[in-house]
């Protein structure tokens, strides 16, 4: 898979994204605190959102309410598959955490394409001094015939390349600007 550098919020972060990867505000309305990244040829993205910092006794609490508020009221059956600590290279002196699960949609009670599951990495950078929880989404659904099935307990390539995709902005995510967290 080929990358390319992009600028989140006007150049104050920086990470590397698959070349496929096109900025969605270009084509619908991203509330300011998100900056939202798509497949072009296909359904995968990433969700870049700056949070209010939660308070809880480990960053590893924290990063199960921010995984709580994403899921619960869905109606979606999920499923975790890992939950461990990271280290983004270029701000290897701040805590992330990781959790990578399978959410998958109950049948639809009307006519309209679900995927069968969507693969889901959360990336959650702690910015204590800052005030601030980045959090960072990886999402793989997996639409019927759209995909090669894996067999049990291996994954599809959807999910290997989510896998990459994770690894890489571990690898190149970067603030360039703490400016942006004041005020």
Same mark, same amino acid.
Do not use: C
């Given at each position: 898979? #080929?990358?390319?550098?992009?600028?989140?919020?006007?150049?104050?972060?920086?990470? @590397?994204?698959?070349?496929?990867?096109?900025?969605? #505000?270009?084509?619908?309305?991203?509330?300011? !605190?998100?900056?939202?990244?798509? +497949?072009?040829?296909?359904? #995968?993205?990433? *969700?870049?959102? $700056?949070?209010?910092?939660?308070?809880?006794?480990?960053?590893?609490?924290a990063l199960?309410? @921010?995984?709580?508020?994403?899921? +619960?009221?869905?109606?979606?059956?999920?499923?975790?598959?890992?939950?461990? $600590?990271?280290?983004?290279?270029?701000?290897?002196?701040? /805590?992330? !955490?990781?959790? #990578?699960? $399978?959410?998958?949609?109950?049948? /639809? +009670?009307? /006519?309209?394409?679900?995927?069968?599951?969507?693969? *889901? !990495?959360?990336?959650?950078?702690?910015?204590?001094?800052?005030?601030?929880?980045?959090? *960072?989404?990886?999402?793989?659904? !997996?639409? /019927?015939?759209?995909?090669?099935?894996?067999?049990?307990?291996?994954?599809?390539?959807l999910m290997?390349?989510?896998?990459?995709?994770?690894?890489?902005?571990?690898?190149?995510?970067?603030?360039?600007?703490?400016?942006?967290?004041?005020?």
């Amino acid at each position: 898979m #080929s990358y390319k550098e992009v600028e989140l919020y006007g150049g104050a972060i920086t990470a @590397h994204l698959p070349v496929a990867y096109g900025d969605a #505000s270009q084509i619908r309305e991203v509330p300011d !605190h998100q900056e939202l990244y798509l +497949d072009e040829n296909g359904y #995968s993205g990433v *969700i870049f959102e $700056i949070l209010e910092y939660v308070d809880k006794p480990t960053d590893a609490e924290a990063l199960q309410y @921010h995984f709580a508020d994403l899921v +619960d009221g869905t109606g979606d059956e999920t499923n975790m598959l890992e939950q461990s $600590i990271a280290t983004m290279q270029k701000i290897a002196d701040k /805590p992330v !955490h990781t959790l #990578s699960f $399978i959410q998958t949609p109950p049948p /639809p +009670d009307r /006519p309209r394409k679900t995927p069968d599951f969507v693969a *889901i !990495h959360l990336l959650l950078l702690r910015l204590k001094e800052q005030g601030t929880d980045i959090m *960072i989404t990886i999402n793989a659904p !997996h639409y /019927p015939g759209e995909y090669e099935k894996a067999g049990p307990g291996e994954k599809t390539a959807l999910m290997k390349d989510g896998d990459e995709v994770a690894k890489k902005v571990l690898e190149t995510f970067e603030i360039k600007d703490w400016g942006l967290f004041q005020g």
